[in-house]
């Protein structure tokens, strides 16, 4: 999966091949370009920062063009402002999609992540599926190291954000009623 960095609101600096608002298309391209061919077999993409980037649709709709002209590769939105327009585009553009549902690892404190893998459960239990996203902090990792395998005994099935992606974007089952 690539994490693309897109520009953030609050912090304007350019990280690696940031995508940036004030490129031209062509930089556009040659920046999402760059990333992607330095992920060797890449399923998808998701938003690292983006919360200035992911609100602008011309912006997104050339990300989803370069997305869907790349073959079978997914999105996923991280969800960093409410204001994001990066789902929407992506499902107009017929870009298999999905946002993330709960951030993890949103700040240092220990019950932090207690809370929010607690709320990723319920969500889950609620709608059926649920998407988690955190950090690849030492204290993340433990945390999920210890959590993770009683899920399956809780009734949660762990599946790959491919997968969830894949599940999602099938067409439903027509039902034909009398």
Same mark, same amino acid.
């Given at each position: 999966l690539l994490h693309l960095p897109l520009q953030a609101e609050q912090d304007q600096s350019a990280v690696g091949d940031s995508l940036l608002l004030d490129m031209s298309r062509q930089q556009f391209l040659q920046a999402f370009a760059s990333s992607i061919e330095a992920v060797p077999h890449v399923v998808?993409?998701?938003s690292h920062r983006g919360s200035l980037l992911t609100r602008h649709p011309g912006h997104m709709g050339w990300l989803m063009e370069e997305i869907l002209d790349r073959g079978d590769l997914f999105f996923v939105d991280s969800y960093t402002t409410a204001d994001s327009v990066a789902l929407r585009v992506a499902n107009e553009s017929g870009v298999p999609a999905l946002r993330r549902d709960v951030f993890l690892d949103p700040d240092p404190e220990p019950d932090t992540l207690v @809370?929010?893998?607690? @709320? &990723?459960?319920? &969500?889950a239990r609620q709608r059926g599926f649920a998407v988690g996203i955190g950090h690849p902090y030492t204290r993340t990792l433990e945390f999920l190291e210890r959590a993770l395998p009683s899920l399956e005994q809780e009734g949660y099935d &762990?599946?790959?954000i491919g997968d969830l992606v894949a599940s999602r974007a099938a067409p439903a089952s027509s039902t034909i009623a009398d």
């Open positions: 998808g993409v998701n @809370r929010e893998f607690a @709320r &990723l459960k319920k &969500l &762990l599946v790959s």
